[in-house]
């Protein structure tokens, strides 16, 4: 499972300068910290494709007003980089998991911070509840 998951790929986007938007490996994301364009610590990470994210990178830049989807794709990078300067790699493994939504990321990356243990076995109980929720059996 881990290495499977250190091969997955996201997308990386500084949500400073819009400049750079690149598709990674979470094993190789691990290591950069800061944007290779402008040096601020703003990489905000998606699993959408790389042609949206692109798309949605382009129009953030020119600073021309977002609406929907591509207004909540923003807030989404906005709000993982945030999650990645308070939790770390941890959080970008996480977000590396099939399934692991945003939101999910963030509160597995919080009790593993607070309890503890493997990152690997938060992976796999967030892929569970993913599991869970796409073929519609009750958590619990």
């Known amino acids: 499972t881990e290495v499977r998951v250190l091969d997955s790929f996201l997308v990386a986007v500084c949500t400073h300068c819009w400049e750079y938007v690149a598709l990674e490996k979470v094993?190789?994301?691990?290591?950069?910290?800061?944007?290779?364009r402008c040096g601020?610590?703003?990489?905000?990470f998606s699993t959408d494709s790389y042609e949206r994210v692109f798309g949605v990178a382009m129009k953030a830049r020119s600073r021309f007003t977002l609406h929907g989807k591509n207004q909540k794709?923003?807030?989404s990078l906005r709000k993982s980089s945030d999650l990645r300067k308070e939790y770390g790699e941890d959080f970008l493994i996480l977000l590396g998991g099939r399934g692991i939504r945003l939101?999910?990321?963030g509160g597995l990356a919080s009790r593993k911070q607070k309890e503890g243990g493997d990152v690997i076995d938060y992976v796999?109980?967030?892929e569970r509840e993913a599991l869970r929720r796409r073929y519609f059996i009750s958590a619990g």
């Not at 094993?27 to 944007?35: D, E, I, K, S, Y």
């Not at 601020?40 to 905000?44: A, C, H, I, Q």
């Open 40 to 44: 601020k610590e703003s990489l905000g």
């Open 73 to 75: 794709l923003v807030e």
């Open 124 to 126: 796999i109980e967030g």
């Open 103 to 105: 939101a999910e990321a």
């Open 27 to 36: 094993g190789a994301l691990r290591a950069m910290n800061p944007c290779p």
